[in-house]
């Protein structure tokens, strides 16, 4: 019997040293695993804070680069308009040119047909100078006739020589025209030379652009791709540590808390007593409030789980929860839209809504707070701007 109850406790003694092995294992087990995923966690925090910057980086590449190529379209579309004006002023004096080279030719000919008339006129003028005068005298019937008989000749003589120096002079005048128009040719031409250049410079300018365009709209859709990556590798890695921690968050997950909408940093309202309706009033936040604000982003001030997505008709309006572990939490209230769902794991910096004047406001701002142990703390000691 005596042997039997030492077996026996020899057993128990056995079993309880395996228990508590087995225990103390899985303990150590578990606090490595612990310790490995928060690791994991921090590295991937890091990298989707970096990757979340050059996503934004990239955005605003496309953005610029949009810019650029619409402006440069623009203007591209702009010269080619002038160059189209400017052309059909040139067609317009070139026809010009050519009407005027056309009555050119037809006064010379003119002026060479009267002139070779002239010429014949005056040869046999001369060759028959003395016949002539003799014929006129002796042909008339009285010196009167005689006068009238030589005044005629003169003046038959006298219009040739107008009508050639008539043609000559309209000649002249057709050549001045032709001069100035083209003078007038000549600067449009210059005109055009110049459009031409200004619009080959253009043209290099947007293809240029619109190389930028498509290279900065690649870049945003890769890191887009690594973003995405990178959160669910997050997401896989934060189920892993609800399994092994069950699903509320356990420790605070560290780090600083970061400013919840970057570019507007005024503050409207402060932390504390205040009056709001003509009463006294604890304001549990700070509201943020600039120009331009209602729809800009509202960020996760810290790495967390969302907790809470809500709708309100009054106080808070659309507002969002995130528990950032060991009883820290913040609140982002008055949302115009919400980009988050209960339960998802959010990075700082990842957007969780929209700046906008729902519930109790009196105009576009966030009211942004943040709980330690169920109170609320100002968050100006907090946070990192």
């Known amino acids: 019997m005596r042997n039997w109850k030492k077996i026996v406790s020899v057993v128990l003694l056995a079993v309880l040293l395996g228990t508590g092995l087995q225990m103390m294992f899985e303990a150590k087990v578990s606090a490595s695993s612990q310790q490995e995923l928060r690791e994991k966690m921090l590295e991937l925090q890091r990298r989707l804070a970096e990757v979340n910057q050059q996503l934004a980086d990239a955005k605003d590449s496309v953005a610029e680069a949009q810019v ?143 190389s930028d365009l498509s290279a900065a709209k690649a870049l945003q859709t890769a890191t887009q791709d690594d973003y995405d990556a990178i959160l669910n590798s997050l997401q896989e890695t934060q189920n892993e540590w609800n399994s092994l921690m069950g699903t509320g968050m356990q420790d605070y997950v560290g780090g600083y808390y970061a400013w919840p909408t970057p570019g507007y940093y005024y503050i409207t309202s402060g932390f504390g007593w205040r009056t709001l309706y003509g009463q006294p009033n604890f304001h549990t936040g700070i509201d943020i409030s600039e120009y331009g604000i209602y729809g800009s982003p509202v960020v996760a001030s810290n790495t967390g789980r969302v907790v809470r997505v809500r709708y309100y008709s009054t106080g808070y309006g659309y507002h969002v929860m995130i528990d950032h572990g060991d009883n820290n939490w913040t609140v982002y209230a008055h949302l115009s839209g919400i980009a988050v769902t209960e339960g998802e794991w959010v990075a700082q910096g990842q957007t969780v809504g929209y700046v906008g004047s729902t519930g109790n406001s009196t105009g576009p701002h966030l009211h942004f707070e943040i709980r330690i142990n169920g109170t609320a703390v100002n968050p100006l000691d907090y946070v990192v701007r």
């Open 68 to 210: 650029r190529t619409s402006t440069y379209a623009s203007r591209v579309s702009i010269v080619k308009e002038q160059i189209a004006t400017l052309q059909e002023s040139i067609d317009t004096k070139s026809e010009e040119l050519a009407q005027k080279q056309e009555e050119l030719d037809q006064k010379i000919k003119e002026h060479d047909r009267t002139y070779e008339l002239f010429k014949k006129r005056l040869r046999a003028m001369y060759m028959s100078n003395d016949v002539s005068t003799l014929a006129l005298i002796f042909g008339s019937n009285s010196f009167s006739e005689f006068l009238v008989a030589a005044e005629t000749q003169s003046r038959i003589s006298k219009h040739d020589t107008d009508l050639v120096e008539k043609l000559e002079m309209e000649a002249k005048v057709i050549e001045a025209e032709q001069e100035v128009i083209q003078v007038e040719l000549s600067s449009l031409q210059d005109d055009m030379d110049v459009l031409e250049e200004k619009y080959s410079e253009l043209a290099r300018l947007y293809q240029e652009a619109n």
